[in-house]
């Protein structure tokens, strides 16, 4: 593969929205690592994805510690990227990496102590072969280690100069509240909580979203498309080598309930009506909220990020068209 050159008109059809009340925007599609980057992917696809990424303006790249399979291998990947042409563009990018969850064996590599998040933090730099990421998150709260001590270590990675940023991720609107509270007496403000939420999944809009908004903390949802259930991959049955039949992916088959591609068939009908793929329409629902900073979507081609990226061709949705939605739901 020839050494890459970004698309010279690869702002021109992105929104970037502010991340809650900070300095920084992020694109509305932002681009997630999680699978379809690991050792047991095909290199020459993933440059592909990454790359159209990059040209259509997704300035956001989202890696964690034990994204693959194996563990580490999606940042060791995203790396091998950054040296092939994309780090010429370093100032250009958001890359995040994260820990909080299984990494390796013994007491010290996984939850949420100082110990483990400064030596997974020094690891992943190690494999993406960076100086500094800009967001590091706190990947899950911790029952048992303070939370003093979590935020403490994010504090001390932001003055380190390794993250410039951080954020949390998957906690609860209790857990977040307190976890803002010590970053705030830190001194080193929340930027972004990300967390799960899609059409198929609300458990952050009681509580989560508006507490968010008003701390001024981003938002960023990310299985915004329920790992493909909200597209029209699974309404006729498991296609071979999609997620939910592979043995590496986290969608298990029996996820696919029958009740599930029902609502996803009545979604996909409302959806052609409005000239939009499910995927388009399930992303576009999400970024009608504008507490919604960024979607972090994956993608295992090239074809299905750019139906994803036509779903801000059309982001409104007449009152009509919501209720239809919920009706859906009920
Ligand atoms: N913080 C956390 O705890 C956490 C947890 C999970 C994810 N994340 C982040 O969020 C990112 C996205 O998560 P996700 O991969 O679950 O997101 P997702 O966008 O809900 O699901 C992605 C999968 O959906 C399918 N897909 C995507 N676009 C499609 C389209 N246009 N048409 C048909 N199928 C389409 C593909 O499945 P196939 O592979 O079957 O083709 C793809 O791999 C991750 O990469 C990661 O960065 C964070």
């Known amino acids: 593969m020839e050494y890459y050159k970004a698309d010279e008109r690869r702002y021109d059809g992105m929104i970037y929205r502010r991340c809650g009340r900070s300095g920084i925007l992020l694109p509305a599609i932002s681009l997630g690592l999680w699978h379809n980057f690991g050792s047991v992917d095909v290199f020459n696809d993933f440059i592909r ?164 908004a008003d701390e001024g903390v981003g938002m960023i949802a990310f299985s915004p498309l329920a790992q493909g259930l909200l597209t029209d991959k699974y309404l006729h049955g498991i296609p071979e080598n999609s997620r939910a039949a592979k043995e590496s992916g986290h969608l298990r088959r029996s996820q696919v309930t029958p009740e599930v591609v029902e609502k996803a068939r009545a979604l996909n009908r409302i959806a052609a009506r409005r000239g939009q793929t499910l995927a388009e329409m399930a992303l576009a629902w999400l970024l009608r909220d504008k507490r919604v900073t960024s979607v972090l979507v994956g993608a295992s081609s090239v074809e299905q990020l750019e139906d994803n990226l036509k779903a801000l061709d059309r982001l409104s949705f007449g009152a009509d068209e919501l209720d239809e939605i919920e009706n859906c739901f009920r």
């Not at 100032?91 to 299984?102: F, M, N, P, R, V």
């Not at 001194?187 to 999944?201: E, F, N, T």
């Open 49 to 212: 994805i990454a790359h159209t990424a990059f040209d259509r303006g997704i300035t956001h790249f989202d890696l964690a510690n034990n994204y693959g399979p194996v563990y580490g291998s999606a940042e060791e990947n995203f790396g091998r990227i950054l040296k092939k042409g994309l780090g010429a563009y370093r100032d250009e990018l958001i890359i995040s990496t994260k820990a909080g969850y299984d990494m390796w064996p013994g007491p010290y590599g996984n939850w949420g102590s100082r110990k483990y998040l400064m030596a997974s933090l020094d690891q992943s730099l190690k494999r993406m072969g960076l100086d500094y990421v800009d967001i590091f998150y706190s990947h899950r709260p911790d029952p048992e280690t303070p939370i003093e001590e979590t935020m403490g270590a994010l504090a001390d990675i932001v003055r380190q100069g390794k993250a410039l940023y951080v954020g949390i991720s998957n906690y609860d609107a209790a857990q977040t509240r307190a976890a803002l509270e010590v970053l705030k007496e830190l001194r080193v403000p929340c930027l972004i909580h990300q967390a799960r939420y899609s059409m198929l999944d609300r458990w952050t809009e009681p509580d989560l979203l508006p507490l968010l």
